[in-house]
């Protein structure tokens, strides 16, 4: 019985731990086009269109600034994004935000919201883009 009990505290000190680390740190969120549309109307919300800028060119999700993954400047670049606000990235299709989201974590930014399948999906699923 003394066993299982201190298995007990162990998991839960360990769950505490983990439960303390995480808030510390900041969270992302993978989201759908249509839970993006919702965010997209917070006003503090920093919109991020990771895609080269000759994909960024073909269209875009309004409001959004162009921040290209590949970039040699890249990881200086998004130093200069508000790291308490929340951010909603986008790419082509998921692969790359889903790399930028390590990053972000990574530099301490707390809020970001991955848009799920990218613009493939946002305009999939009926929504709008601009043209440049």
């Known amino acids: ?5 201190n298995m007990f505290c162990f998991f839960v000190l360990i769950a505490a731990f983990v439960s303390c680390n995480s808030t510390l740190k900041g969270e992302a969120k993978v989201v759908l086009p249509e839970e993006m549309k919702i965010l997209l109307k917070l006003d503090d919300v920093q919109l991020v269109d990771i895609r080269t800028p000759k994909e ?5 999700i309004a409001n959004a600034q162009n921040i290209n993954f590949f970039s040699p400047s890249f990881d200086e670049d998004i130093k200069k994004l508000d790291k308490q606000k929340p951010i909603i990235l986008y790419c082509r299709s998921g692969r790359r935000s889903a790399k930028c989201t390590k990053k ?3 530099a ?3 809020k970001i919201y991955d848009l799920d399948g990218g613009i493939e999906e946002w305009k999939h699923d009926g929504f709008s883009t601009n043209v440049k």
């Open 108 to 110: 301490g930014f707390m």
């Open 56 to 60: 960024f060119k073909e269209g875009f």
């Open 1 to 5: 019985m003394k066993k299982l009990l």
């Open 104 to 106: 972000l974590l990574e």
